[in-house]
């Protein structure tokens, strides 16, 4: 396993307490594999790719459990090693590559810089590289871009960029934050064809963050479902969206307003709102808008295998689990 | 193409060959819209959707003369408002109002939300002349409240207690506060959560029922789009290639750039396919648009006609339109 | 790139004719105001009126009167004071002249090197005890009065302890010309200089503190983060020139306004006969066309500074050259 998450708990001192944002989330991670950790906003999804980078820089901020990378314990790491690692091993990529890049230099100088903190080669050989690597994402005319500021290239032109800069030091853990976000959805669908390619071109692993179930379904082998900085569902992602196991998976799947077959009269909506981190309810965090809750979830529930998957719910348990999903035929 | 499509009784609102440009430094000029036509009837959805910079958030800006468009013609029931005094369309802008999409922003900060949806109720005179009296516009608030699904606690409050979705709530309520007939939504659910985007997606559709509104529905999401609208205009670059009823639009798109907008969509759901293989390019620059078809750059059946010969929108046998010289589906 | 320059440079000389327009106007044009009277001085005799009128051309219309007074200031250079009778009024400036940019551009490199090295500091250990120090540095340099700290400067250098082996290289109060002798020069200027920069390393270095600040929140610095750089390299390299653009247009302003005049206390308490100096004596004389060729010598400062400042806004930050 490249990357094994036992029990991380992100903690932020919220109006002079510490305040859980992610509790006990633990997944791992294989070679060349894609795993899709989604969720809405507030679900602790980005603190937990930042806990893993090392750049949670909150003052008070506390970091607990493990998170070992090829082996190796990254929670209090010292800053020195650590840098050695950002960058070089686990390579991020955020979700505006407008805001994301530094303004003031050109795109071929940032990649550049990255090659040349990490390793010692001479100016001209890092532009070739940065060059080729801005080839190979698809860039036309490569050499003219790398020349060029980020705020004169296109959102697509820039995503590929910040991607080729991530690949320079050919990572074994690339951590993509929202990466297409902010795209437009032809170009969306361009770079999620480049981030699939990935594993095939460089071998590397992606942890992909977002909040958009269609993207988690073309994109990753398996899925991670966080609610309220909680691991609410994890799984196989084919399975987790055939036969969702958490009500919670199946509710905000069947929100999503379908694309095709027969229109819904009414959309089926979770009602509420998520609850915010300080006011998480003791028992599962989602019982306040599940339309499955019972007495059972004032306890938190553990996370529990139940087929493929794993599913902090107590309905398989008590042998009633969601029924499969129904998916309206695609007519191409 | 001098055909406009204002033919059928009497639209709510309909655009004429409407046109905004701006100047972007050195004489060069970006036409966001360029001569865009259609018409929206009574009790309508119409979806506007398209990727960043097609045009159609100003188009609905334009519909209501939020921007003054630099050509063409907007007539609101039977009206020409395009070039109307603002003291004579100050009674019409009660009868059309707007939802933005950032529904903070949209809110001042500082003020109860009682005040900011009063707000309308204030300004403008009752419809029988004079102003309403405060016991009128107490009840009416507490309708809007329960219209839009909001305590009626909520007035007292200020719009940073609520979340994203209840905001857009009060938002709407304020839009709703004259009784408007036209609702024009730029983006309304694209900034929330995906659980709370079928609530107020929902709810614009019991609006429409209860209260027989018409709306332009602008958008990015086509599935958002297909579930509220009952047709859609689909926009690249300034102008529409394809307009229609939306179940047909988007099942059996004709125009090339509809179905690669559609094929692009990540759906949730784990194919077996391969997924088709996504457009190339970005979308051109606005202010240089590409000869012929806007559209041929990356389209992937665009022949040599394509280059040099634009294609106007024309209509097809079912009944939509199309701005395509080779449409997907036979004519 | 060129193009923009190329226009900034033209809406330079733009606003220049206005503003000698402007001040022309306000001095020799008031209505119920006679120039002849206030140029000639009080109790001026008719011959000496008369000859003012004629060489001013206060007989002819407005436009020939601009003329005449702008080829005077800029052209035969022989606009003369009528207060101190025969004094010219233009090489009296361009002798002022190098006084104040001496005095000017040494203080603002202290302030520049001191207040970015004071602002990086406090920004790059935010929080600690060395942060706080040197922002409560910073302001008492801004609540010291220029012309007290110059008098005790003076007091201590010049008097009490002028014997001493600290002090002894103080020359005397006065300027000492750059040409005829550098050390000399640097010596007479060392504590004018220090004394002028209190006052701007503390807004400066306030400023730039607030600015670094700011700019750690932004995506790049994290995404600069993430790349594996170090702390110091992240700061200075990304965070610092996205950060000085505050500073560098309050510098322009700061810098032309001392060069035309603004240095007057520390002029006065250091004995230096700048700019400053000259048009405090003007005013207090109301010598009018001292006063009009002051005025003239600020504007063009101001003006000039102000398209510096924009063309390094250019050098610095690539979207402005765009023109986004």
Same mark, same amino acid.
């Given at each position: 396993?490249?990357?094994?998450?036992?029990?991380?708990?992100?903690?932020?001192?919220?109006?002079?307490?510490?305040?859980?944002?992610?509790?006990?989330?633990?997944?791992?991670?294989?070679?060349?594999?894609?795993?899709?950790?989604?969720?809405?906003?507030?679900?602790?999804?980005?603190?937990?790719?930042?806990?893993?980078?090392?750049?949670?820089?909150?003052?008070?901020?506390?970091?607990?459990?493990?998170?070992?990378?090829?082996?190796?314990?990254?929670?209090?790491?010292?800053?020195?090693?650590?840098?050695?690692?950002?960058?070089?091993?686990?390579?991020?990529?955020?979700?505006?590559?407008?805001?994301?890049?530094?303004?003031?230099?050109?795109?071929?100088?940032?990649?550049?810089?990255?090659?040349?903190?990490?390793?010692?080669?001479?100016?001209?050989?890092?532009?070739?590289?940065?060059?080729?690597?801005?080839?190979?994402?698809?860039?036309?005319?490569?050499?003219?871009?790398?020349?060029?500021?980020?705020?004169?290239?296109?959102?697509?032109?820039?995503?590929?960029?910040?991607?080729?800069?991530?690949?320079?030091?050919?990572?074994?853990?690339?951590?993509?934050?929202?990466?297409?976000?902010?795209?437009?959805?032809?170009?969306?669908?361009?770079?999620?064809?480049?981030?699939?390619?990935?594993?095939?071109?460089?071998?590397?692993?992606?942890?992909?963050?977002?909040?958009?179930?269609?993207?988690?379904?073309?994109?990753?082998?398996?899925?991670?479902?966080?609610?309220?900085?909680?691991?609410?569902?994890?799984?196989?992602?084919?399975?987790?969206?055939?036969?969702?196991?958490?009500?919670?998976?199946?509710?905000?799947?069947?929100?999503?307003?379908?694309?095709?077959?027969?229109?819904?009269?009414?959309?089926?909506?979770?009602?509420?709102?998520?609850?915010?981190?300080?006011?998480?309810?003791?028992?599962?965090?989602?019982?306040?808008?599940?339309?499955?809750?019972?007495?059972?979830?004032?306890?938190?529930?553990?996370?529990?295998?139940?087929?493929?998957?794993?599913?902090?719910?107590?309905?398989?348990?008590?042998?009633?689990?969601?029924?499969?999903?129904?998916?309206?035929?695609?007519?191409? | 193409?001098?055909?406009?499509?204002?033919?059928?009784?009497?639209?709510?609102?309909?655009?004429?060959?409407?046109?905004?440009?701006?100047?972007?430094?050195?004489?060069?000029?970006?036409?966001?819209?360029?001569?865009?036509?259609?018409?929206?009837?009574?009790?309508?959805?119409?979806?506007?959707?398209?990727?960043?910079?097609?045009?159609?958030?100003?188009?609905?800006?334009?519909?209501?003369?939020?921007?003054?468009?630099?050509?063409?013609?907007?007539?609101?029931?039977?009206?020409?408002?395009?070039?109307?005094?603002?003291?004579?369309?100050?009674?019409?802008?009660?009868?059309?109002?707007?939802?933005?999409?950032?529904?903070?922003?949209?809110?001042?900060?500082?003020?109860?939300?009682?005040?900011?949806?009063?707000?309308?109720?204030?300004?403008?005179?009752?419809?029988?002349?004079?102003?309403?009296?405060?016991?009128?516009?107490?009840?009416?608030?507490?309708?809007?409240?329960?219209?839009?699904?909001?305590?009626?606690?909520?007035?007292?409050?200020?719009?940073?207690?609520?979340?994203?979705?209840?905001?857009?709530?009060?938002?709407?309520?304020?839009?709703?506060?004259?009784?408007?007939?036209?609702?024009?939504?730029?983006?309304?659910?694209?900034?929330?959560?995906?659980?709370?985007?079928?609530?107020?997606?929902?709810?614009?559709?019991?609006?429409?029922?209860?209260?027989?509104?018409?709306?332009?529905?602008?958008?990015?999401?086509?599935?958002?789009?297909?579930?509220?609208?009952?047709?859609?205009?689909?926009?690249?670059?300034?102008?529409?290639?394809?307009?229609?009823?939306?179940?047909?639009?988007?099942?059996?798109?004709?125009?090339?750039?509809?179905?690669?907008?559609?094929?692009?969509?990540?759906?949730?759901?784990?194919?077996?396919?391969?997924?088709?293989?996504?457009?190339?390019?970005?979308?051109?620059?606005?202010?240089?648009?590409?000869?012929?078809?806007?559209?041929?750059?990356?389209?992937?059946?665009?022949?040599?006609?394509?280059?040099?010969?634009?294609?106007?929108?024309?209509?097809?046998?079912?009944?939509?339109?199309?701005?395509?010289?080779?449409?997907?589906?036979?004519? | 790139?060129?193009?923009?320059?190329?226009?900034?440079?033209?809406?330079?000389?733009?606003?220049?004719?206005?503003?000698?327009?402007?001040?022309?106007?306000?001095?020799?044009?008031?209505?119920?105001?006679?120039?002849?009277?206030?140029?000639?001085?009080?109790?001026?005799?008719?011959?000496?009126?008369?000859?003012?009128?004629?060489?001013?051309?206060?007989?002819?219309?407005?436009?020939?009167?601009?003329?005449?007074?702008?080829?005077?200031?800029?052209?035969?250079?022989?606009?003369?004071?009528?207060?101190?009778?025969?004094?010219?009024?233009?090489?009296?400036?361009?002798?002022?002249?190098?006084?104040?940019?001496?005095?000017?551009?040494?203080?603002? #490199?202290?302030?520049?090197? @001191?207040?970015? =090295?004071?602002? +990086?500091?406090?920004? &790059? $250990?935010?929080?600690?005890? %060395?942060?706080?120090?040197?922002?409560?540095?910073?302001?008492?340099?801004?609540?010291?009065?220029?012309?007290?700290?110059?008098?005790?400067?003076?007091?201590?250098?010049?008097?009490?302890?002028?014997?001493?082996?600290?002090?002894?290289?103080?020359?005397?109060?006065?300027?000492?010309?750059?040409?005829?002798?550098?050390?000399?020069?640097?010596?007479?200027?060392?504590?004018?200089?220090?004394?002028?920069?209190?006052?701007?390393?503390?807004?400066?270095?306030?400023?730039?503190?607030?600015?670094?600040?700011?700019?750690?929140?932004?995506?790049?610095?994290?995404?600069?983060?993430?790349?594996?750089?170090?702390?110091?390299?992240?700061?200075?390299?990304?965070?610092?020139?996205?950060?000085?653009?505050?500073? #560098?247009?309050?510098?322009? @302003?700061?810098? =032309?306004?001392? +060069?035309?005049?603004? &240095? $007057?206390?520390?002029?006065? %308490?250091?004995?230096?006969?700048?700019?400053?100096?000259?048009?405090?004596?003007?005013?207090?004389?109301?010598?009018?066309?001292?006063?009009?060729?002051?005025?003239?010598?600020?504007?063009?400062?101001?003006?000039?500074?102000?398209?510096?400042?924009?063309?390094?806004?250019?050098?610095?930050?690539?979207?402005?050259?765009?023109?986004?």
């Amino acid at each position: 396993m490249l990357l094994v998450v036992r029990d991380l708990t992100v903690a932020l001192p919220i109006g002079g307490r510490l305040v859980p944002i992610v509790e006990s989330v633990s997944f791992t991670l294989g070679a060349r594999e894609i795993l899709g950790i989604v969720g809405e906003s507030g679900s602790g999804k980005s603190m937990t790719s930042l806990a893993i980078m090392g750049l949670i820089d909150v003052p008070g901020a506390r970091v607990s459990g493990s998170v070992r990378f090829r082996g190796r314990e990254l929670v209090g790491l010292a800053p020195r090693a650590y840098r050695a690692l950002r960058g070089r091993e686990i390579a991020m990529i955020f979700q505006d590559p407008m805001t994301a890049f530094t303004p003031v230099y050109t795109v071929g100088r940032q990649i550049d810089e990255q090659i040349r903190v990490h390793q010692k080669i001479s100016r001209a050989d890092a532009r070739s590289r940065t060059v080729r690597l801005l080839g190979d994402m698809g860039v036309p005319d490569p050499e003219r871009v790398a020349g060029r500021y980020p705020h004169q290239l296109s959102g697509g032109l820039r995503q590929r960029a910040m991607i080729a800069m991530a690949l320079s030091c050919n990572p074994a853990l690339l951590i993509a934050d929202e990466p297409t976000t902010a795209l437009d959805v032809t170009v969306q669908a361009q770079i999620l064809d480049l981030l699939r390619g990935l594993r095939r071109e460089y071998g590397s692993s992606v942890l992909l963050i977002t909040h958009d179930m269609g993207v988690v379904a073309e994109t990753c082998d398996r899925t991670l479902v966080l609610y309220s900085g909680l691991v609410a569902e994890r799984g196989p992602t084919g399975a987790l969206f055939a036969q969702p196991g958490h009500p919670y998976t199946a509710a905000l799947l069947d929100s999503i307003p379908p694309l095709h077959g027969p229109r819904p009269a009414r959309l089926p909506s979770i009602p509420g709102s998520p609850p915010v981190p300080a006011e998480r309810p003791a028992g599962c965090p989602f019982a306040p808008r599940c339309a499955y809750a019972h007495e059972a979830c004032a306890v938190r529930p553990a996370l529990v295998a139940s087929g493929v998957q794993d599913i902090a719910c107590v309905l398989p348990a008590e042998g009633r689990p969601l029924p499969p999903r129904f998916v309206a035929e695609m007519s191409a | 193409m001098t055909r406009l499509p204002v033919d059928s009784p009497a639209p709510l609102i309909a655009a004429q060959d409407l046109r905004m440009t701006y100047r972007v430094g050195r004489g060069q000029v970006l036409r966001a819209l360029d001569g865009v036509s259609l018409s929206v009837q009574r009790g309508e959805v119409l979806g506007l959707v398209g990727e960043s910079g097609c045009g159609k958030s100003t188009l609905g800006r334009c519909l209501l003369r939020l921007v003054q468009p630099s050509g063409g013609r907007v007539v609101f029931d039977g009206t020409d408002i395009t070039t109307l005094p603002e003291r004579r369309l100050r009674p019409l802008r009660q009868e059309m109002q707007m939802v933005f999409q950032d529904s903070y922003a949209a809110l001042n900060p500082r003020r109860r939300v009682g005040d900011l949806v009063a707000e309308p109720l204030r300004v403008h005179p009752a419809p029988g002349g004079g102003w309403r009296s405060r016991a009128d516009i107490a009840a009416r608030l507490a309708e809007l409240m329960d219209l839009v699904g909001l305590p009626q606690a909520a007035l007292a409050r200020y719009p940073h207690e609520f979340s994203g979705g209840q905001r857009q709530r009060i938002n709407i309520a304020r839009a709703l506060a004259l009784s408007p007939r036209l609702v024009v939504a730029d983006e309304p659910v694209a900034a929330l959560d995906v659980s709370i985007q079928a609530q107020i997606v929902n709810l614009f559709m019991d609006l429409r029922d209860r209260l027989g509104l018409t709306y332009v529905f602008v958008a990015h999401d086509l599935a958002v789009v297909r579930q509220i609208s009952t047709r859609v205009a689909v926009m690249y670059l300034g102008a529409i290639v394809e307009l229609g009823e939306a179940d047909a639009v988007l099942h059996r798109p004709a125009h090339p750039y509809t179905a690669a907008l559609i094929a692009a969509v990540p759906e949730p759901v784990v194919r077996t396919e391969g997924l088709p293989p996504p457009l190339r390019g970005d979308v051109p620059s606005p202010i240089a648009p590409p000869p012929g078809c806007r559209f041929h750059t990356r389209c992937p059946v665009a022949r040599d006609r394509c280059r040099v010969d634009p294609p106007t929108l024309r209509g097809l046998p079912d009944g939509r339109e199309v701005a395509c010289h080779y449409p997907l589906v036979e004519t | 790139m060129v193009m923009a320059v190329l226009r900034r440079l033209g809406q330079t000389l733009f606003v220049l004719v206005g503003i000698s327009v402007l001040v022309f106007l306000v001095f020799f044009a008031t209505p119920g105001a006679d120039p002849t009277a206030r140029i000639a001085g009080r109790n001026a005799s008719s011959e000496t009126m008369a000859r003012v009128r004629v060489e001013y051309g206060f007989d002819r219309p407005l436009p020939v009167q601009y003329a005449r007074m702008m080829e005077k200031l800029f052209v035969t250079r022989d606009l003369t004071s009528y207060v101190n009778r025969g004094q010219k009024v233009v090489p009296e400036i361009l002798e002022a002249a190098p006084v104040t940019v001496s005095l000017v551009s040494g203080a603002a #490199v202290i302030w520049v090197v @001191l207040s970015v =090295a004071m602002g +990086v500091i406090a920004a &790059a $250990l935010r929080g600690s005890w %060395v942060d706080r120090g040197l922002m409560m540095l910073g302001l008492v340099g801004i609540s010291i009065p220029v012309f007290w700290l110059g008098q005790v400067v003076n007091l201590v250098t010049q008097s009490r302890y002028h014997e001493s082996w600290l002090f002894s290289w103080v020359p005397g109060l006065g300027y000492v010309p750059l040409t005829e002798d550098p050390l000399g020069w640097f010596r007479a200027l060392a504590l004018p200089w220090l004394t002028l920069a209190v006052l701007f390393v503390g807004i400066y270095s306030r400023v730039l503190r607030a600015d670094l600040v700011a700019v750690q929140s932004e995506d790049f610095m994290r995404t600069a983060r993430a790349k594996g750089l170090s702390p110091a390299r992240v700061l200075l390299v990304h965070g610092l020139r996205t950060s000085m653009i505050t500073f #560098v247009s309050l510098f322009g @302003l700061d810098f =032309a306004q001392l +060069v035309g005049g603004g &240095a $007057l206390l520390t002029e006065v %308490v250091f004995g230096l006969q700048g700019v400053g100096r000259l048009t405090y004596q003007a005013l207090s004389n109301l010598d009018l066309p001292l006063i009009m060729a002051t005025v003239m010598y600020s504007a063009v400062f101001v003006v000039i500074a102000n398209a510096v400042v924009d063309m390094l806004y250019l050098l610095l930050d690539p979207r402005v050259r765009d023109g986004r």
